[in-house]
């Protein structure tokens, strides 16, 4: 289809003579988890694809795999867009947050207070991948301190109303919908609260702790020109082409808090999707052939040109979704895809 050959490939041998390839996409994620922790039939397989693309350079990767390895860290995810220029305005944070390591709680109360987090705080599993990785607690003061789970990231809780908004981006374009969030909580007595993030937030969910008890007024509405544009901001910092994160917006301040970046999140809130990921995947082969891929990247032209249109933005919920023609140069042999 669209000039494209696509080949699934066996990473458990040498990439080499099944190819040659253009672009590699993959999902990953699961074998670089084994093997960071040793597992060796994963290390094999990675080394065989990292192989491969050392030995053909120009063979674009959705996405890189050391992009991908920073982000399985919530730690690392967080403090690299903390250290980024899309949150030089202020108008967007990352709550504050630290990693804690052990469970001795008067040295975990003293990190708490060094990087001013505060109650009530959300505890994360350092590993933002896997089932476990879904696996969080609401912790409402000091007694409580006992019930992390080391090694972890407790990040304060902003009330949002209740809602989030997830920003998925494929290349170019994002996609925003929004979904049910925790509701508004308040430090005090209260036992710590053990919830799965996908049964909280997922589109239709009626979780009592959606429920909402106390809402507050909201300072700003929503921009979703501001959510597409941080999409763009974003796919700098972090690398990559295929990503979703959560955005909430702080009722007091109105600042937008980031809080998840996920790696090649479920795109079923696009419509047609794998008609949007092929059209990215021949818009970034034909700008390579012309040689106006950047860092192996394409580059939407309003970042060079002018602001994103408020016309452009492609929100899930109860609208069409934008469809752009993408015009493709068809020439030379059939451009090989790795799947």
Do not use: W
Request: glycine share 6%; hydrophobic share 40%.
């Amino acid at each position: 289809c669209a000039g494209i050959e696509l080949v699934e490939i066996n990473l458990d041998v040498t990439l080499e003579a099944q190819g040659p390839f253009d672009l590699i996409i993959h999902k990953v994620t699961d074998i670089i988890a084994r093997a960071n922790d040793g597992h060796v039939p994963s290390k094999n397989a990675i080394a065989n694809l990292e192989d491969y693309l050392r030995l053909h350079p120009g063979c674009v990767v959705m996405d890189p795999l050391d992009s991908i390895r920073r982000l399985l860290n919530r730690n690392t995810q967080y403090s690299l867009v903390l250290h980024s220029d899309m949150v030089k305005d202020r108008r967007c944070t990352v709550p504050t947050f630290v990693a804690l390591y052990g469970s001795d709680t008067e040295e975990n109360k003293e990190r708490l207070a060094q990087a001013d987090v505060t109650f009530p705080l959300v505890c994360k599993p350092m590993l933002a991948h896997g089932l476990l990785a879904h696996q969080m607690s609401i912790i409402f003061n000091e007694e409580h301190l006992s019930d992390i789970s080391p090694p972890c990231v407790v990040q304060s809780f902003i009330n949002h109303n209740a809602h989030l908004f997830k920003v998925l981006v494929v290349g170019c374009k994002q996609y925003i919908t929004k979904r049910p969030s925790l509701k508004n909580l308040y430090p005090g007595n209260h036992p710590t609260i053990f919830f799965d993030t996908q049964e909280v937030s997922k589109p239709d969910s009626d979780h009592p702790l959606n429920i909402i008890d106390t809402v507050e007024d909201q300072l700003v509405k929503p921009d979703f020109a501001y959510l597409s544009d941080l999409g763009q901001k974003m796919r700098q910092v972090i690398d990559m082409d295929l990503f979703g994160f959560d955005v909430i917006i702080d009722v007091k301040t109105g600042q937008y808090g980031i809080i998840d970046i996920n790696v090649f999140p479920g795109f079923e809130a696009v419509e047609n999707f794998f008609s949007v990921l092929l059209d990215h995947m021949v818009a970034v082969l034909d700008a390579g052939d012309k040689g106006e891929l950047i860092n192996g990247h394409l580059i939407p032209h309003h970042l060079v040109k002018a602001p994103v249109s408020p016309n452009s933005i492609n929100y899930l919920n109860g609208q069409q979704l934008q469809k752009k023609d993408v015009h493709f140069n068809g020439k030379g042999r059939p451009q090989k895809v790795l799947l």
